[in-house]
Each structure stands twice: as C-alpha cells, then as structure tokens.
C-alpha cells in the first residue's frame, strides 16, 4: 500500500521560511517522480515542483522560482520542499505526490497522494 506523509506546514510571516517533508512507503520510491502542488482557498490544485528519480531534475512553477527548492533523499524514501521569502499569496494546503510514469507538472498525471499539510502566510 503506498503512502505518503506530509509535515512541517504551519503558519508563518511573509518573508519567511518552511521546510515540508513528505515520507513515503509502500513503492520503489527511487524510480519515480515526487511533486509538490498546493490548493489555496477557492482555488484549484496547481503545481509547485517535481523532481525526477533518474538524474535528479528538477521543475517549478514559475510563481516560485527563485523561491522554492525541492530535493530528496532516495535513502530515507523522503522528498522535501525548502520555501523562502515566503508570500501571503502562498498561502495553501500542499500535497506530496508520485507520478508513476513520466515527469508531470499535472495533477492528473500523479497517482498518489498525501494528505495535505497547511501552509499559512501572514502579511
């Protein structure tokens, strides 16, 4: 049964900083691609990163380039999101996710999901 675990969301000044993790269990987690989207309120899913499992790649949203990194650590099946200079308008649930088959920066291309952690970013 594959599993993902989001943590270390929380509510934070504008300006600041998170770190988000995200373990996962269940799947060869190496051989995948790992992403992060977000969900803010009223609004639809969107894509934040992802990062390939061969080569490392890495893909952002252009709202957070330059911001946000994402990296992972194939040893402890554990994929991470580094957010700084942190904006109100980031403020959103933020989901981990695998894509199984390419490297998507879609929601419908992954096939399993955390269950979010909230991110809250005061003005």
């Known amino acids: 049964q594959v599993q993902l675990v989001e943590s270390g969301g929380g509510l934070v000044q504008a300006g600041g900083s998170l770190r988000l993790s995200c373990a996962a269990s269940g799947l060869t987690f190496s051989s995948y691609t790992m992403g992060w989207f977000r969900q803010g309120p009223g609004k639809e899913r969107e894509f934040v990163a992802a990062?390939?499992?061969?080569?490392?790649?890495?893909y952002y949203a252009d709202s957070v380039k330059g911001r946000f990194t994402i990296s992972r650590d194939n040893a402890k099946n554990m994929v991470y999101l580094q957010m700084n200079s942190l904006k109100p308008e980031d403020t959103a649930v933020y989901y981990c996710a695998v894509d199984l088959y390419s490297s998507g920066t879609t929601a419908v291309e992954y096939e399993y999901w955390g269950q979010g952690t909230q991110v809250t970013v005061s003005s």
């Open positions: 990062i390939r499992w061969k080569g490392g790649s890495t």
